[in-house]
T-cell receptor, first 118, second 112 residues
Framework: DTEVTQTPKHLVMGMTNKKSLKCEQH?????MYWYKQKAKKPPELMFV???????INESVPSRFSPECPNSSLLNLHLHALQPEDSALYLC?????????????????FGPGTRLTVT | QKEVEQNSGPLSVPEGAIASLNCTYS??????FFWYRQYSGKSPELIMF????GDKEDGRFTAQLNKASQYVSLLIRDSQPSDSATYLC????????????FGQGTELSVKP
């Protein structure tokens, strides 16, 4: 089973709203990722959690706030977003990012949340 | 120089033909190489991964890796219209702790 789930599928929010995106995996993976993808572009890494600790923040604006409540869950809290933040937000997971074994790095993506900021 | 380069396409092949997708990477120490397929409006789906030089086959898909030339390719045999999608090459450079670097993607169109 390589399933990563994400909710909601679609989200429309105003620039003053606060909302959250949720991601869940039950594969026992210990690394989880948030990506942002604009149309016709590859995914861009935003954050990486490894063993529930934030290990990479790719200089993402503070209006995006990640949270990893436990090893299966990953949230992305959104506040005061701009229209240019409209994109497909993808969650991914992998076994590990620290073991050094190549097979640990296979990342599986969830279906994504299509976010529109008005 | 981009870290991972792919021809953007579109690459058009007739149904039943072999589609050949190519990717080059700049970090000679890279160890892990992946191909993702992404249908329009959907998320990327991992279809192949390869870690050692040579070929790796899975059904109609073959991944080829040549570390000396810093080159990885994906062959799709007996291409079907359902293979029409964007194919993303992704590489984990040396000492990047699992951080995937994506190419820009190659759009494949298989014509019936």
């Amino acid at each position: 089973d390589t399933e990563v789930t994400q909710t909601p599928k679609h989200l429309v929010m105003g620039m003053t709203n606060k909302k959250s995106l949720k991601c869940e995996q039950h594969m026992g993976h210990r690394a989880m990722y948030w990506y942002k993808q604009k149309a016709k572009k590859p995914p861009e890494l935003m954050f990486v959690y490894s063993y529930e600790k934030l290990s990479i923040n790719e200089s993402v604006p503070s209006r995006f706030s990640p949270e990893c409540p436990n090893s299966s869950l990953l949230n992305l809290h959104l506040h005061a977003l701009q229209p240019e933040d409209s994109a497909l937000y993808l969650c991914a997971s992998s076994q590990d990012k620290t073991s050094g074994r190549a097979s640990s790095y296979e990342q599986y993506f969830g279906p994504g949340t299509r976010l529109t900021v008005t | 120089q981009k870290e991972v380069e792919q021809n953007s396409g579109p690459l058009s092949v007739p149904e039943g033909a072999i589609a050949s997708l190519n990717c080059t990477y700049s970090d000679r120490g890279s160890q892990s190489f992946f191909w993702y397929r992404q249908y329009s409006g959907k998320s990327p789906e991992l279809i192949m991964f390869i870690y050692s030089n040579g070929d790796k086959e899975d059904g109609r898909f073959t991944a080829q890796l040549n570390k000396a030339s810093q080159y990885v390719s994906l062959l799709i045999r007996d291409s079907q219209p359902s293979d029409s999608a964007t194919y993303l090459c992704a590489v984990i450079p040396y000492n990047q702790g699992g951080k995937l670097i994506f190419g820009q993607g190659t759009e494949l169109s298989v014509k019936p």
